[in-house]
């Protein structure tokens, strides 16, 4: 089987990490084990897919690489084919449970009870064994290519966050956006963030918490907001920082303070840089991203924005709940999975260069198989599109 990709792969993997997330780890709430089992996936899912990036560099010159890669691949598709025998489950569970409640009682006392609950109640207790022993297989095989990443020489690259090349594995989103791509779906939400930041009713700071699995689009739904051109007259300033897992006070002040001043003194005293930042946003408006936040601290999110007061208007973009509250958000954007329409034309547009498959025929029916596969996921449908946007071959469309 031929590895498609780091780029498809990461999305794969990130479509994966959704799916627990999403529902299976909801509906398999009431069963311990089978929770406990799926929860080590999610552990050592993205600890994997922190590596394919270096793992993809390697792979040209180190046939153990090449391998690991391909197993990794046929591991992902079997934990897929995993998550959907729950969701196939669920669906099942559903609709005997609509028809019980719709038959007679005399109908209904023959249907058993674990087909009514609102958890996880296994089918039968065939299903139940079936499925610990499936993910118990996969739990060791994922353990294995953990240990065979080590001796690989990936553990090395994790902790020092650099490529043999010395360089960042990947680059950050920045403000800027893409001027060749049309973007596609969240147009109720950027319409509701533009007025909410427009108004002027706020005595203090006024956060907006955009929130979502990875890959559904939070970033680019900040930078719609960002840079359209309506927030302009607004605001005074403003300022992007991408904070990711680093969330660095100083840091982050300074890089606030070179968007407004940028021969500011470089200084790594967090009082100083605070006062002078408070001194600077005096009787000014600002525009700020916080853009992908982890920390969940609240008190260090006390301490960060101790400097902005009325005028400051903050988006925050992070998959936890708890940085939505801890920020005190006066509105929090839940990012829910695209329709299929959307991630296609978003499909389309890496792939074909087109909105749509109208002018591409022969690729419609696969594209939109492939894109079935990437569950609403926007990051799965442009990652797996831009793998494609050099492939005019059918066959090696039918591959991915």
Not at 59 to 70: F, R, S, Y
Not at 233 to 246: A, L, M, N, R
């Amino acid at each position: 089987m031929s590895v498609f990709g780091e780029a498809a792969l990461s999305a794969f993997l990130e479509l994966l990490s959704a799916k627990l997330l999403d529902s299976v780890l909801n509906f398999v709430a009431g069963h311990r084990q089978l929770h406990h089992q799926l929860k080590l996936w999610q552990s050592i899912l993205p600890e994997i897919k922190a590596v394919l990036n270096h793992a993809e560099e390697k792979q040209i010159k180190d046939e153990g690489v090449k391998n690991w890669l391909g197993d990794l691949q046929d591991l992902a598709y079997d934990v897929d084919d995993i998550l959907d025998e729950f969701a196939y489950q669920e669906l099942r569970l559903k609709l005997q449970k609509t028809q019980a409640q719709a038959s007679s009682s005399k109908v209904r006392k023959l249907i058993p009870t674990c087909c009514t609950g609102g958890h996880f109640s296994p089918f039968s207790f065939m299903f139940n064994a079936k499925m610990i022993s499936k993910i118990q297989e996969i739990i060791d095989r994922l353990n294995s290519l953990n240990t065979r990443r080590s001796s690989l020489g990936f553990s090395e690259i994790m902790s020092q966050g650099v490529t043999s090349k010395g360089k960042k594995p990947r680059l950050q989103p920045t403000s800027l956006m893409d001027g060749a791509v049309e973007y596609i779906g969240r147009a109720n939400e950027k319409q509701e963030t533009l007025e909410l930041h427009k108004s002027n009713n706020s005595d203090g700071v006024c956060v907006l918490s955009i929130l979502g699995m990875g890959g559904m689009g939070k970033t680019t739904l900040a930078q719609l907001v960002y840079n359209d051109p309506s927030i302009k007259e607004p605001f005074d300033h403003k300022s992007w920082v991408c904070v990711s897992d680093d969330f660095d006070a100083v840091n982050i002040t300074k890089t606030i303070l070179r968007s407004l001043d940028a021969d500011s003194r470089d200084e790594n005293d967090l009082n100083l840089l605070q006062v002078k930042l408070k001194e600077k946003l005096s009787g000014k408006r600002l525009l700020l991203v916080l853009d992908d936040i982890w920390n969940e601290s609240y008190s260090d999110w006390n301490i960060l924005r101790a400097p902005f007061g009325a005028g400051t208007k903050i988006i925050v973009t992070t998959r936890l709940q708890k940085v939505s509250s801890n920020v005190d958000s006066v509105k929090a954007f839940y990012l829910d999975k695209l329709s299929h329409h959307d991630c296609l034309s978003i499909f389309a547009q890496h792939a074909l260069k087109a909105r749509n498959f109208d002018g591409h025929l022969q690729f419609k029916e696969i594209g939109e198989n492939i894109v079935r596969r990437c569950n609403g996921l926007p990051l799965a449908a442009k990652a797996i599109g831009s793998l494609l946007r050099t492939v005019k071959n059918h066959s090696e469309w039918e591959k991915v």
